[in-house]
Nanobody, 111 residues
Framework: QVQPVESGGGSVQAGGSLRLSCTAP????????MSWYRQAAGKQREWVSA???????AYATAVKGRFTISKDETKDTVYLQMNNLKPEDTAMYSC?????WGQGTQVTVSS
């Protein structure tokens, strides 16, 4: 399995939007789900969202209604559209697929 690669992080003001991408070659052909996690400084990593092989999605309560996960199977890529960002969304966001973790991409939201 190839390590997933995340991109799209950055710095935005509260209320802004970012779209994260995670490319994980083989996750489609291996019928793996894809999950996003985040870890803020000094805090434990927490699960954010997941998309399953059947297309079903799930979200943590803290992001439900603001974040949308989707996938492009032709590109083995999953997206996390993050709208109405809040300072508490500041964290390193990582994706996980087929048991493999990416390096992460930093999201910083200023008030």
């Amino acid at each position: 399995q190839v390590q997933p690669v995340e991109s799209g992080g950055g710095s935005v003001q509260a209320g802004g939007s970012l779209r994260l991408s995670c490319t994980a070659p083989g996750f489609t052909s291996n019928s793996c789900a894809m999950s996003w996690y985040r870890q803020a400084a000094g805090k434990q990593r927490e699960w954010v969202s997941a998309i399953y092989t059947d297309g079903n999605t799930a979200y943590a309560t803290a992001v439900k209604g603001r974040f949308t996960i989707s996938k492009d199977e032709t590109k083995d890529t999953v997206y996390l559209q993050m709208n109405n960002l809040k300072p508490e969304d500041t964290a390193m966001y990582s994706c996980r697929s087929c048991g493999n973790w990416g390096q992460g991409t930093q999201v910083t939201v200023s008030s």
